[in-house]
């Protein structure tokens, strides 16, 4: 799967919208791990092929959550940094009545030995829409 954008959906079983992004996530070739409760996960059987797979995913049990992000963690380091915004974001309007705020901070470009690592393995990436600001990206 080296490569291969890997996209994690909740809510799948057969009818709703998850499952319907299930479906587009992978034709658009990407992996897709399809998930719902442990009472759904059989409505969404017809929809296991080469590129999803199903997954047992209660998102209100921290047990069931702490199982998914040890099963996952290794393939997909962007979506733990996009489940954080969401979650973020969610934290915040949630929070808000009490009189909780929730700051998502996402500092940019910084040197630091992850930036260096991350230029040298994209020096031969093909930036395709972004190839006339390849040096900028680098140099930031």
Same mark, same amino acid.
């Given at each position: 799967?080296?490569?291969?954008?890997?996209?994690?959906? *909740?809510? #799948?079983? /057969?009818?709703?919208?998850?499952?319907?992004? #299930?479906? %587009? !996530?992978?034709?658009?070739? #990407?992996?897709?791990?399809?998930?719902?409760?442990?009472?759904?996960?059989?409505?969404? @059987?017809?929809?296991?092929?080469?590129?999803?797979?199903? $997954?047992?995913?209660?998102? =209100?049990?921290?047990?069931?959550? &702490? &199982? %998914?992000?040890? @099963? $996952?963690?290794?393939?997909?380091? #962007?979506?733990?940094? +996009? +489940?954080?915004?969401?979650?973020?974001? *969610?934290?915040?309007?949630? @929070?808000?009545?009490?009189?909780?705020?929730?700051?998502?901070?996402v500092?940019? %470009?910084?040197?630091?030995? !992850?930036?260096?690592?991350? =230029?040298?393995?994209?020096?031969?990436?093909?930036?395709?829409?972004? /190839?006339? !600001?390849?040096?900028a990206?680098?140099?930031?």
């Amino acid at each position: 799967m080296d490569g291969l954008k890997i996209v994690l959906v *909740t809510g #799948c079983a /057969k009818g709703g919208i998850g499952y319907e992004y #299930c479906k %587009a !996530f992978s034709e658009q070739n #990407c992996h897709v791990i399809a998930s719902d409760v442990p009472q759904r996960v059989d409505d969404m @059987l017809d929809i296991q092929s080469k590129n999803i797979e199903t $997954l047992e995913l209660d998102v =209100s049990s921290d047990e069931s959550v &702490s &199982s %998914a992000v040890k @099963l $996952l963690y290794p393939r997909s380091y #962007c979506a733990s940094k +996009a +489940a954080v915004h969401a979650m973020s974001n *969610t934290l915040r309007v949630e @929070l808000k009545p009490f009189g909780i705020n929730v700051v998502l901070v996402v500092p940019g %470009a910084i040197r630091s030995n !992850f930036g260096r690592a991350t =230029s040298e393995k994209l020096a031969n990436y093909d930036w395709k829409l972004y /190839k006339d !600001f390849k040096e900028a990206i680098a140099e930031s």
